[in-house]
C-alpha cells in the first residue's frame, strides 16, 4: 500500500494541486520527489542514473530493462549481468524485467532483488518488435489480461520487495485493454502504476494522450498512479499532475543530454523561478562525470564501454554551438583520452 508523506490525514484536492512535489512511498520505498527516470535501452546506465539522482532531484531511478529469459541461459548470461551495474548512490532503484513466462519471471525478479534492486518493475510497455513480436513481452501481453496477470502475480509472490509496472494506453489504438488490466494488477499487490500515454502500436509517434492517464487515475483505487508521456520541463509536469491527478511523473527522452532537468524542474516548482541550464563549461564537466562513471563499470570489457559512450554522449550535444563538431568527434572516440581532446576542442570554438 501507499501513503503520502504528510503531516495531514487528508489531502484536500485544493492543497493536491498546489503541491506538486508531494513524495510517496511504496511499502516503505520512498519517492522523493515524485520525479521518476524512465528506463532506456542503452541510456539508463548506471552513469546517467547517478547524473539524475545528483542533488536528489530525482526520486527513483530504474534500470535498462533486463531479459528475464536471458538469466536462465549460461550463453547469454554474462551479458545480461553486466547491467547490473547498480550502486548504492542510486537508491532506490527499480529494476525492470521483461518477458512472458511467469516462472522464468519470478526466477528473474528473485535474482534482482538478491543483488540490491529496492523495486523490480515489469514491463508491458515495450512497443519494438524484437520484445513484443519476438519474445511476446512487453506491451504484447496486453492482448491477453490473463497472460498479463500471471506474470504480475508470480513475480509478486516471488519477492518482498514493492513490485511495479510500467504499461502503456494499450496494445491497439483506441483499445485500452491496460486499464482493466491494471485494477486487477492492483488486487494481485502490484505496488505502483507507471502509465505511458500512447498505444504500443503508436511507438514514440504523434501526442501522449493525457486524459488516458486520468482514466487510469479514476479507475485505481489504493496505488499511485504515474504519468509518463511528452513531459519536457516544469510546466508540462505541474500541467500534467493538474490535468490528470497523477502521483508522479516519470521523465524518458527529455533527460536525455540533460540529467540536470529534474534538478531544474525541481527548483522552479520550489520557487516559481526557471533555474539556468550550466554553462558550456559545466556541460562539459559533466559530459567528462558521465565518462568516468561508465568507465567504473568492471562488468564489460572497456573498449565496449567507451563505444556505447559514443551514443550516450551525443545528446548532450544537441543544442549547444558547434554541437555538430561535437558529436561527429563523439562517434569515433576510443578512450577517455579522446572525450577530454574532443571537449577541449569544443570548447575553444564554441566559448
Not at 508523506?5 to 484536492?13: G, M, Q, R, W, Y
Not at 515524485?34 to 531511478?61: K, N
Not at 479514476?218 to 510546466?235: F, K, R, Y
Not at 562517434?331 to 576542442?345: H, K
Amino acid at each position: 500500500m501507499w501513503q503520502r508523506k504528510t503531516n495531514d490525514l487528508v489531502i484536500n484536492t485544493e492543497a493536491r494541486s498546489k503541491d506538486f512535489l508531494t513524495p510517496f512511498t511504496m511499502d516503505g520505498v520512498l519517492v522523493d520527489p515524485p520525479l521518476l527516470l524512465a528506463p532506456m535501452a542503452g541510456y539508463s546506465t548506471h552513469a546517467f542514473r547517478q547524473l539524475c539522482r545528483a542533488d536528489g532531484a530525482c526520486g527513483l531511478v530504474t534500470s535498462e530493462l533486463i531479459s528475464s529469459r536471458a538469466l536462465q541461459y549460461r550463453s547469454s548470461q554474462p551479458a545480461t549481468f553486466a547491467l547490473f551495474d547498480w550502486t548504492p548512490a542510486e537508491q532506490p532503484l527499480a529494476v525492470q524485467l521483461f518477458g512472458a513466462d511467469p516462472q522464468e519471471m519470478a526466477e528473474a525478479a528473485r535474482t534482482v532483488a538478491a543483488a540490491g534492486a529496492a523495486i523490480v518493475d515489469i514491463n508491458l510497455g515495450c512497443w519494438v518488435p524484437k520484445i513484443a513480436r519476438k519474445s511476446q513481452a512487453g506491451a504484447a501481453l496486453l492482448q491477453d489480461v490473463g497472460s498479463a496477470a500471471a506474470v504480475v502475480e508470480a513475480v509478486v509472490q516471488a519477492v518482498n520487495i514493492p513490485v511495479t509496472v510500467k504499461i502503456r494506453s494499450g496494445w491497439q489504438s483506441g483499445i485500452s485493454t491496460a486499464i482493466p488490466f491494471a485494477q486487477i494488477a492492483e488486487a494481485i499487490g502490484v505496488q505502483a502504476i507507471t502509465v505511458h500515454a500512447r498505444f504500443a502500436d503508436q511507438g514514440l509517434q504523434g501526442t501522449a494522450d493525457w486524459s488516458i492517464i486520468r482514466r487510469f487515475k479514476e479507475a485505481i483505487q489504493t496505488i499511485p498512479v504515474i504519468g509518463n508521456g511528452d513531459v519536457a520541463n516544469a510546466a508540462d509536469v505541474r500541467r500534467m499532475m493538474m490535468d490528470t491527478g497523477c502521483d508522479g511523473v516519470m521523465i524518458g527522452r527529455a533527460a536525455l543530454g540533460h540529467p540536470w532537468l529534474f534538478r531544474q524542474i525541481v527548483h522552479e516548482l520550489r520557487t516559481g523561478q526557471p533555474l539556468s541550464a550550466p554553462i558550456l563549461r559545466e556541460r562539459a564537466e559533466i559530459v567528462m562525470r558521465h565518462a568516468q562513471l561508465a568507465l567504473q563499470n568492471d562488468r564489460q570489457p572497456l573498449h565496449k564501454t567507451v563505444r556505447e559512450l559514443r551514443g550516450q554522449l551525443v545528446p548532450y550535444f544537441h543544442d549547444v554551438p558547434h554541437g555538430a563538431v561535437m558529436q561527429q568527434a563523439l562517434v569515433r572516440i576510443e578512450s577517455v583520452e579522446d572525450i577530454q581532446r574532443a571537449l577541449t576542442f569544443w570548447l575553444a570554438m564554441a566559448e
